[in-house]
T-cell receptor, first 110, second 114 residues
Framework: GQQLNQSPQSMFIQEGEDVSMNCTSS?????WLWYKQDPGEGPVLLIA?????ELTSNGRLTAQFGITRKDSFLNISASIPSDVGIYFC??????????FGQGTRLTINP | NAGVTQTPKFQVLKTGQSMTLQCAQD?????MYWYRQDPGMGLRLIYY???????DKGEVPNGYNVSRLNKREFSLRLESAAPSQTSVYFC?????????????FGPGTRLLVL
């Protein structure tokens, strides 16, 4: 099935550092979504992107929809301990099917 | 308002046993989904139901069946469990389709098949 390549797989950073992760695909998606998953919980939507080139912010989070519609990135500025978790990108196929990346596990050293 | 609820939270099965995972939402959503999550694989769609009375296959439907019992409930059944079905299963719902909508996930069911 269709896969999104998400990188890096894991990150170990110091509190206060900025974080950047990205997703690429060989296929075009019309919507890109970024989720965060805390341990023992389901994913929670952070940012949704609907247009190629779109740049959207949600607090310290910024995400962009690549112009080719085959990639997206997520940046987190000035990381804090509660940012720890697994971040997933997802691309929408049609109206109902999401394809998820493999996830980026973020660990923050205080 | 509990959102999306799933039962059970944990389950251990022997190979060949059957079980049903239950999911319910109280947000009056039309669309419901079942995903499985495996290490390093992200979430993969098993089945979804765009509305009451309809179901469609996702990316990995083999070995599963679903029932959209009513608008609130969407169950996932394993008729003959296999070790490859050891995973964490998430149910989700959304009011319409995923375009412009937030998909709400349940807390997950952790299944171990021995």
């Amino acid at each position: 099935g269709q896969q999104l390549n998400q990188s890096p797989q894991s990150m170990f950073i110091q509190e206060g550092e900025d974080v950047s992760m990205n997703c690429t695909s060989s296929s075009i998606f019309n919507t890109w979504l970024w989720y965060k998953q805390d341990p023992g919980e389901g994913p929670v939507l952070l940012i949704a992107l609907y247009k190629a080139g779109e740049l959207t912010s949600n607090g310290r989070l910024t995400a962009q929809f690549g112009i080719t519609r085959k990639d997206s990135f997520l940046n987190i500025s000035a990381s804090i301990p509660s940012d720890v978790g697994i971040y997933f990108c997802a691309g929408l196929q049609g109206a109902q099917k999401l394809v998820f990346g493999q996830g980026t596990r973020l660990t923050i050293n205080p | 308002n509990a959102g999306v609820t799933q039962t059970p939270k944990f389950q251990v099965l022997k190979t060949g046993q059957s079980m049903t995972l239950q999911c319910a939402q109280d947000m009056n959503h039309n669309s419901m989904y079942w995903y499985r999550q495996d290490p390093g694989m992200g979430l993969r769609l098993i089945y979804y139901s765009a509305s009451e009375g309809t179901t469609d296959k996702g990316e990995v439907p083999n070995g599963y069946n679903v029932s959209r019992l009513n608008k609130r409930e969407f169950s996932l059944r394993l008729e003959s469990a296999a070790p490859s079905q050891t995973s964490v299963y998430f149910c989700a719902s959304v009011s319409g389709d995923l375009r412009g909508e937030t998909q709400y996930f349940g807390p997950g069911t952790r299944l171990l098949v021995l």
